[in-house]
């Protein structure tokens, strides 16, 4: 990555944050002036009006903020953030890129850090707010990789694809329908479905001990066997896996918040789920960890 791009996504994220401190310090301003404007009203008995009657009172003078201008804020705040998404994902990958092209990094270690820095998007969940149906464009950017990644992929199968050298194992344009395109439709449904939902919290945190799991197992390569399709894995991976999906499930629990009280022994058990699950799927983990915790988290209510 040129110093020049990587300083324009820079700016572009400044601008996003910026323009989102705007517009909440306006939505402050309109608030505090509409505050200013209520005051005790007394009928004809001296008594004080009703909440109800003042608001109403409030509402014939203008004091209070228009539907309309409310629902406005809210849908430029939820765009900015999709922006603020975007650009904090490409500069993932677009590092990774640099990383890679320059041979700082193996493909192996570029592909797992874009895996993780995927997975931490749902930290921007809390910005968007569902009042308006745009909180929907949080899938912005899950939404734009899976078109890529299906075109670059199926059709264009350019082996010399930037993409296709930072994402596959061997090289195969084909392999991005895989685990990154399907990875990608897991995000669209966390975020869609299980969005600050606890079971998109824990989809998305066993996802974070398949992302730690080849990057033990590879280098620390001890008790191997073999998965579905004849891949190969370790028992050293799958602990790593084990303790990956305890660690991002407890860490994403206490940054979002969602739930709000944190099961521990749920979490182990969920985090024993996925790592069999991944274990014996060989490609298809990224799928097969899904499935198994929606249908374990499922079983138990």
């Known amino acids: 990555m040129k110093p020049t791009t990587f300083l324009k996504l820079m700016l572009a994220l400044a601008v996003a944050c910026s ?8 939505d402050s301003f309109r608030v505090s002036n509409t505050a200013s404007f209520r005051r005790p009203a007394k009928n004809t008995l001296g008594l004080k009006q009703s909440t109800t009657a003042i608001q109403i009172n409030e509402i014939r ?53 874009i895996h993780l820095c995927a997975c ?12 308006h149906w745009s909180w929907k464009l949080n899938v912005a950017i899950p939404a734009l990789y899976s078109g890529q990644l299906f075109v670059k992929g199926a059709i264009l199968q350019d082996s010399n694809d930037q993409d296709v050298k930072t994402m596959s194992r061997s090289g195969d344009p084909k392999e991005l329908l895989y685990g990154p395109f399907l990875f990608t439709l897991i995000m669209l449904c966390c975020g869609l479905k299980f969005y600050m939902q ?17 990057l033990v197992g590879k280098r620390y390569p001890k008790f191997a066997y073999k998965s579905w399709g004849n891949e190969t ?3 050293s991976g799958s602990v790593a896996m084990f303790v990956g999906a305890i660690m991002g499930m407890i ?9 709000q009280d944190v099961d521990l022994l749920l979490i182990l058990m969920i985090a024993l789920v ?11 983990d990224n799928p097969a960890i899904a499935l198994s915790v929606y249908w374990f988290v499922k079983s138990q209510k």
């Not at 606890?198 to 080849?214: E, N, R, S, T």
């Open 274 to 284: 996925a790592t069999v699950a991944e274990g014996v799927t060989g490609i298809w």
């Open 61 to 113: 003078g203008g004091s209070i903020i228009s539907s309309s201008s409310t629902e406005s804020s809210v849908f430029v705040r939820n765009i900015l953030w999709s922006l603020a998404t975007l650009v904090y994902v490409k500069t993932g990958v677009t590092t990774c890129d640099t990383l890679l092209m320059k041979k700082i990094i193996p493909a192996d270690v570029s592909r797992k850090i």
């Open 19 to 26: 323009a989102i401190c705007c517009v909440e310090a306006n």
């Open 251 to 259: 860490a994403y629990a206490h940054l979002l918040g969602v739930p």
């Open 233 to 235: 894995k370790t028992l």
């Open 120 to 131: 931490s998007w749902c930290l921007f969940w809390p910005k968007f707010n569902k009042s």
């Open 198 to 214: 606890p079971i998109g919290v824990y989809i998305m945190g066993c996802l974070v001990g398949d992302g730690i799991a080849p």
